[in-house]
């Protein structure tokens, strides 16, 4: 039995259907079970509670193989990242008095560092945070999801991708969520190590590059274009992020664009993604389209 946190989103979904394609057993600590009702009807058994909760975390954890966490994404953090903190509190107190044999982590790219991260400060703090306990861990550290171009799928229609990245031939970290569920299943259910161990994933793709596959997929010429800086605020505030509190989202963006998320960190293992961004446009085209 292995424990999938976060099973309704495209990691934790990407990663039980890895499992169960594998024919293991999979619990998942679910909130809500209407929306998970699609798992279990597919035989995953459904735990309710949440990642605010460490007794929750702790049933959840009983019995089981190995186990996936991750952090709820926040892109209007507080200044303290205290959402964070709270989550990561229950972690250790729950991994501490159930402790399983091995523990995968949904990481970052950057989470390395401890300062000009922006939203990536909250998985540089959980790093940090497990750091302290003695059980076999792995922590993904991703790129940037393919998926999170999806947009383009609708704004790309007149040829333009307007994105955060500049320069957009600039190459940095990104893989699909497929790729990473496939990680973590490998980790969960591969031979067992001991200590700490963290895996870069992903492969160094460019803005021009990801535009170039987008346009395939649609049949037409389509180009990335940075979204001047002056105006990440208005961008950020038109996808939900509150006015006055996107500065999280574009430090995070500096980041990448510094190249602080770049492959190769000391004392780290690399598994490159084997989905490319046009297989990901191509699945969500269909779907649409069918």
Sequence with gaps: MFLVIGITGRVGGATAQHLLAQAKKVRALVRNREKATNWGDQGVELVDGDWNDAAAVERALEGVEGAFVMLPAVWAPSPDFGEAKSVIANYVEALTRAAPPRVVVLSSMGANRTSGLGMITALSLLEQGLRQLTLPIAYVRAGGFFENFLYGLH??????LPVYYNPTSRKSTMVATDDIGAEVATLLTGPAWSGQRVVELGSMVSA?????????????????FSIPRAGWPAAFEQIGIPKGQTGPAETMF???????????????EHVA?????RDVFAAAHKATTA
């Design 254 to 268: 500096d980041a990448v664009n510094a190249g602080w998320m770049d492959l190769g960190v000391a004392g780290t």
């Design 273 to 277: 993604g084997t989905t490319s961004p």
């Design 208 to 224: 021009d590059e990801v535009a170039a596959r987008l346009g395939e997929v649609l049949q037409r010429d389509v180009k990335a």
């Design 155 to 160: 704004v790309a229609q007149g040829g333009t």
